[in-house]
């Protein structure tokens, strides 16, 4: 079944402006982390939270995590039009490791030059 | 270079018709993985492959098999190809297990 849930699943902001997604999930998790993918391209690794860790900034991302609610938000600050994608978190089971990554819908961004 | 990579990009077929997709991974990776996206753009895991365990989504059909020759490859193998089947599959890899995984560019499959 689905874990993850993107909010919002649509997102269209100028060049230059922030841009939050958020995420979902209904059971306790290992880790969660966040992909991006480009029209007709595969997903490319962004950044892997634990669930014992806040946050984490990598670049021009930041990205929260907040276990009591069962959520997370993936911040895109100054954004450009290469950040133009759709956006999927995944989620590590507790416990289910060889599980594989469990994804939510994704959210499109689109970025207005 | 390419740390993950598929073969073909694109497969037409016909219905009824038996099918591979190749996946090889030259990042030393011991689990692999095949996932499944959907014309909604939805992405379900279909199998994980550690040290010969294979661990199988319980919704895939068994038509559907993979098969690891050796470390670095997880092909898929699909029997009696359905309209339904159509989508665009990808291969990953993690080291370690449940880390962060690195995916290939993707097969898309139509099934006519």
């Known amino acids: 079944s689905q874990q993850g849930e993107e909010d919002p699943q649509a997102l269209s902001i100028q060049e230059g402006e922030n841009a939050t997604m958020n995420c979902s999930y209904k059971?306790?998790?290992?880790?969660l982390q966040w992909y991006r993918q480009n029209s007709g391209r595969g997903l490319v690794h962004l950044i892997l939270i634990r669930s014992n860790e806040r946050e984490k900034h990598s670049g021009r991302l930041r990205v929260t995590l907040d276990t009591s609610k069962k959520s997370s938000s993936l911040l895109i600050t100054a954004s450009r039009a290469a950040d133009t994608a759709s956006y999927f978190c995944a989620t590590v089971l507790l416990g289910g490791g060889a599980d594989g990554l469990t994804f939510g819908k994704g959210t499109h961004l689109i970025i207005q030059p | 270079d390419t740390a993950v990579s598929q073969t073909p990009k694109y497969l037409v077929t016909q219905m009824g018709n038996d099918k591979s997709i190749k996946c090889e991974q030259n990042?030393?990776?011991?689990?692999m993985y095949w996932y499944k996206q959907d014309s909604k753009k939805f992405l379900k895991i279909m199998f994980s492959?550690?040290?010969?365990?294979?661990?199988i989504n319980e919704t895939v059909p068994n038509r559907f098999s993979p098969k690891s020759p050796d470390k670095a490859h997880l092909n898929l193998h699909i029997n009696s190809l359905e309209l339904g089947d159509s989508a665009v599959y990808f291969c990953?890899?993690?080291?370690?297990?449940?880390?962060?995984?690195?995916f290939g560019p993707g097969t898309r499959l139509t099934v006519l």
């Open positions: 990953a890899s993690s080291v370690p297990i449940g880390d962060t995984q690195y």
């Open positions: 492959y550690n040290n010969k365990e294979l661990i």
């Open positions: 059971t306790s998790i290992n880790n």
């Open positions: 990042l030393g990776h011991d689990t």
